[in-house]
T-cell receptor, first 114, second 114 residues
């Protein structure tokens, strides 16, 4: 069974204090690993897809990296507007119709104080 | 604006009521999804539609009944719900079901069953 564990559950940072969020996973053949941002009262917003170990993606202050067992979301010099819950999900290889086999983690709630 | 619109945003219903959630997307996507998000639990996939055909029913109780009349609209019909069904119900869409990880989400319907 595919599993995703995110840590920490919650993280408080001061503005400008860089840190990383972790997403550990076990999956029977990784098709893709995905990061999302979710603001209170809203649906998740897709950020990145990572397909293979060693791959990195960047967007503004965010950089996502992938190894064979985990992914990190690095936040450099965060600002208060980066406060949100960050979700990680993995998709396993399967039949086309079940390609939607996504397994989500519980998320990391990030708060950046000014 | 994510391109996926859900109505209503909030719904309170009794256990004997019948109500429907509506989702609309104008992104030209061929796959649509219903997810359930409960507090402190990972996002749970409920149903997947690809080209208006249901391709996945993730062991959801029959008191939840989806309908996809065309590729732009998705409904979730609710009847005889239980208090534990209270949650945020999210609709999402993607180009194809194999790209479920890169879906666009609506803002959700906050459902409270009393």
């Amino acid at each position: 069974e595919d599993q995703v564990t995110q840590s920490p559950e919650a993280l408080r940072l001061q503005e400008g204090e860089s840190s990383s969020l972790n997403c550990s996973y076990t999956v029977s053949g990784l098709r893709g690993l995905f990061w999302y941002r979710q603001d209170p009262g809203k649906g998740p917003e897709f950020l990145f897809t990572l397909y293979s170990a060693g791959e990195e993606k960047e967007k503004e202050r965010l950089k996502a990296t992938l190894t064979k067992k985990e992914s990190f979301l690095h936040i450099t010099a965060p600002k208060p507007e980066d406060s949100a819950t960050y979700l990680c999900a993995v998709q396993a290889w399967g039949e086309e119709t079940s390609g939607s086999r996504l397994t989500f983690g519980e998320g990391t709630q990030l708060t950046v104080n000014p | 604006e994510t391109g996926v619109t859900q109505t209503p945003r909030h719904l309170v219903m009794g256990m004997t009521n019948k109500k429907s959630l509506k989702c609309e997307q104008h992104l030209g996507h061929n796959a649509m999804y219903w997810y359930k998000q409960s507090a402190k639990k990972p996002l749970e996939l409920m149903f997947v539609y690809s080209l208006e055909e249901r391709v996945e029913n993730n062991s959801v109780p029959s008191r939840f009944s989806p309908e996809c009349p065309n590729s732009s609209h998705l409904f979730l019909h609710l009847h005889t719900l239980q208090p534990e069904d209270s949650a945020l119900y999210l609709c999402a869409s993607s180009h194809t079901s194999s790209l479920a990880g890169e879906a666009f989400f609506g803002q959700g319907t906050r459902l409270t069953v009393v």
